[in-house]
């Protein structure tokens, strides 16, 4: 391959928010290895040339043989990567209660399907259900179920486990929509997917945290031809590592997926991530309900944001491919064009900004009043501190949310030939989200 040329890719942005991991932890990240997922790519690399990103990161991360996410279970402490719902259950709450607000807001509809993308351990929708329990009066006997669309068949274990504990799970054959079923500690009806598209038809609240960043991403460079897209090549120096090269000609990638008035000088896409938005968007508008997106990520202004997490510490995402995990921060004026015009986007605003919108002050308050224990109420400090702190998770983390354009339209009636706004029928105001963030 005589075209191939080094592309120099500079510092990594502000990465998730790492927690030190205790010593032996450590040790035990940092012996991992997977020479069998390097092989396998430069195999391929080998056969038909430099693969993009997008293929490096699904063939990294979602591999059935050798995959990240199918081989480990990489949260928490004796992980890569801790989030939000394990750093507090005041998160959780506050989401749960954003979805409940959310569906009365709709009219209270008979039947109410809580999906979350990528549940990690469980720990959110856990949370969140508890907040159902508490709620029961308020849910007014609606027909909750509980959807988790999970491509790791350890983290499903994690997930029933925490979700459904000793109550019967039902593995279903693999050719099914739903290959995992049980019942909640609440009694709840519980199902597992592979895909967003198998999420039976109803009215829907769809969570999403920490799942975008995860989804593969293109990554394209401006040259004095053009834009040029991004491969992973073999280094003709060292046949046992990979590079990043830019790719000499154009793609079909880089000839579609770039808007043509960006100014910036890198630019990272991620179709999958779109195609997923415009799934729930046209869920939104044929059945109802809203969306929650929770992730890093910005508004069509970061660069280079790819990069990899492993046993709490930043990685190289070229180097021992299969140990880490790998993250992009998220666009959110990609997503927000992708939703289309049918939906209204609410965001992005800061995690800080959404939490306190949402009460979280209140409610630690609440906590440390019926604490009494000093290590408990350090702990919940330290968590609230974590979570709405700038300088930590507060600004870091940001959230982005889909509404059915009948969420916030006001009820008008013709009279006297102007539009008067119907006695007592004014739209809810979206919790957790100012007039400001409406786009």
């Given at each position: 391959?005589?075209?191939?040329?080094?592309y120099?890719?500079?510092?990594?942005?502000?990465?998730?928010?790492?927690?030190?991991?205790?010593r032996?932890?450590?040790?035990?990240?940092?012996g991992?290895?997977?020479?069998?997922?390097?092989?396998?790519?430069?195999?391929?690399?080998t056969?038909?040339?430099?693969?993009?990103?997008?293929?490096?990161?699904?063939?990294?991360?979602?591999?059935?043989?050798?995959?990240?996410?199918?081989?480990?279970?990489?949260?928490?402490?004796?992980?890569?990567?801790?989030?939000?719902?394990?750093?507090?259950?005041?998160?959780?709450?506050?989401?749960?209660?954003?979805?409940v607000?959310e569906?009365?807001?709709?009219?209270?509809?008979?039947?109410l399907?809580?999906?979350?993308?990528?549940?990690?351990?469980?720990?959110?929708?856990?949370?969140?259900?508890r907040?159902?329990?508490?709620?029961?009066?308020?849910?007014?006997?609606?027909?909750?179920?509980?959807?988790?669309?999970?491509?790791?068949?350890?983290?499903?274990?994690?997930?029933?486990?925490?979700?459904?504990?000793?109550?019967?799970?039902?593995c279903?054959?693999?050719?099914?929509?739903?290959?995992?079923?049980?019942?909640?500690?609440?009694?709840?009806?519980?199902a597992?997917?592979?895909?967003?598209?198998?999420?039976?038809?109803?009215?829907?609240?769809?969570?999403?945290?920490?799942?975008?960043?995860?989804?593969?991403?293109?990554?394209?460079?401006?040259?004095?031809?053009?834009w040029?897209?991004?491969?992973?090549?073999?280094?003709?120096?060292?046949?046992?590592?990979?590079?990043?090269?830019?790719?000499?000609?154009?793609?079909?990638?880089?000839t579609?997926?770039?808007?043509?008035?960006d100014?910036?000088?890198?630019?990272?896409?991620?179709?999958?991530?779109?195609?997923?938005?415009?799934?729930?968007a046209?869920?939104?508008?044929?059945?109802?309900?809203?969306?929650l997106?929770?992730?890093?990520?910005?508004?069509?202004?970061?660069?280079?944001?790819?990069?990899?997490?492993?046993?709490?510490?930043?990685?190289d995402?070229?180097?021992?491919?299969?140990?880490?995990?790998?993250?992009?921060?998220?666009?959110?004026?990609?997503?927000?064009?992708?939703?289309?015009?049918?939906?209204?986007?609410?965001?992005?605003?800061?995690?800080?900004?959404?939490?306190?919108?949402?009460?979280?002050d209140?409610?630690?308050?609440?906590?440390?009043?019926?604490?009494?224990?000093?290590?408990?109420?350090?702990?919940?400090?330290?968590?609230?501190?974590?979570?709405?702190?700038?300088?930590?998770?507060?600004q870091?983390?940001?959230?982005?949310s889909?509404?059915?354009?009948s969420?916030?339209?006001e009820?008008?009636?013709?009279?006297?030939?102007l539009?008067r706004?119907?006695?007592?029928?004014?739209?809810?105001?979206?919790?957790?989200?100012?007039?400001?963030g409406?786009?």
């Open positions: 391959h005589s075209y191939r040329h080094s120099l890719v500079g510092p990594p942005c502000r990465c998730r928010w790492a927690v030190m991991p205790s032996h932890c450590s040790m035990s990240v940092e991992r290895s997977d020479p069998s997922m390097l092989r396998h790519l430069t195999s391929k690399i056969a038909t040339g430099p693969i993009t990103v997008a293929e490096y990161m699904r063939e990294v991360l979602t591999n059935p043989v050798s995959g990240y996410y199918v081989k480990n279970d990489m949260l928490g402490a004796d992980g890569d990567f801790i989030t939000s719902p394990e750093i507090s259950q005041i998160f959780g709450e506050l989401i749960g209660v954003w979805c607000s569906w009365m807001a709709a009219g209270k509809p008979k039947a399907q809580l999906v979350e993308l990528g549940p990690g351990r469980g720990s959110l929708t856990s949370d969140i259900l907040v159902f329990r508490q709620l029961q009066s308020a849910l007014n006997g609606a027909a909750v179920s509980i959807h988790l669309v999970e491509v790791s068949p350890k983290l499903s274990q994690v997930q029933a486990e925490c979700l459904t504990g000793e109550r019967t799970q039902v279903v054959s693999d050719k099914e929509a739903v290959y995992h079923t049980g019942t909640s500690h609440t009694g709840l009806p519980i597992w997917y592979r895909r967003v598209e198998d999420i039976p038809k109803g009215f829907s609240i769809f969570l999403a945290h920490e799942f975008f960043d995860a989804l593969p991403i293109h990554k394209f460079q401006r040259t004095d031809k053009g040029r897209e991004v491969m992973v090549d073999i280094d003709p120096e060292e046949p046992e590592k990979l590079r990043f090269v830019v790719f000499p000609a154009p793609t079909l990638a880089s579609t997926l770039i808007q043509a008035d100014k910036r000088e890198h630019v990272e896409v991620c179709p999958e991530g779109g195609v997923i938005v415009q799934n729930l046209n869920r939104i508008v044929e059945d109802g309900g809203a969306a997106i929770a992730d890093y990520g910005h508004d069509g202004t970061k660069m280079d944001t790819f990069r990899g997490f492993r046993g709490h510490k930043l990685h995402v070229l180097l021992a491919p299969g140990t880490a995990d790998l993250t992009a921060d998220v666009d959110f004026s990609y997503l927000r064009r992708m939703a289309g015009g049918d939906v209204v986007c609410l965001g992005p605003i800061t995690q800080r900004t959404f939490l306190k919108n949402m009460g979280i209140t409610r630690l308050q609440v906590l440390l009043r019926n604490c009494h224990d000093a290590s408990t109420r350090a702990q919940l400090i330290q968590s609230y501190d974590m979570l709405t702190n700038l300088e930590k998770m507060g870091r983390f940001q959230f982005f889909l509404l059915s354009r969420r916030l339209a009820p008008q009636e013709e009279g006297e030939g539009k706004r119907k006695k007592g029928r004014v739209p809810l105001p979206v919790a957790g989200f100012s007039e400001l409406l786009q």
